[in-house]
């Protein structure tokens, strides 16, 4: 709750330099940007749809994303992994009533032949 407090204090900061074109406009761009890294995405918190998609030069956004799939994937308490917030774009977000599918699949990888 603490960061978004300061996220409101600064909007509010930028608001007034703005309407008040005060001779300390000059500190707008530093606020601006401390305004930006506080609302930076976080895996946890990025929604990627077609208008908003995750660029090849985020790569370090990218990576923690990758990060933090691999350890979803690999937690062994299945209650508690929840839908990325991307889900709601794509698949989409599950229909009210739906069961949870129970059944394993085992899948047994085989790489297909080098000489095709």
Known sequence: MGRFLLFMHLCDILLYQYFTMSSKFMLTLPLLLAVVSLKAQTPETLVVTPEKPLL?????????????????????????????????????????????????????????SPKL
């Open 56 to 112: 090849v030069k985020d790569s370090t956004l990218r990576t923690q994303v990758i990060a933090w799939s691999k350890a979803q994937q690999q937690s062994t308490n299945n209650k508690q992994i929840k839908a990325h917030p991307s889900a709601c774009v794509f698949p989409g977000d599950v229909k009210s009533g739906a069961k949870p599918v129970t059944t394993m699949v085992r899948i047994k990888h085989e790489p297909i």
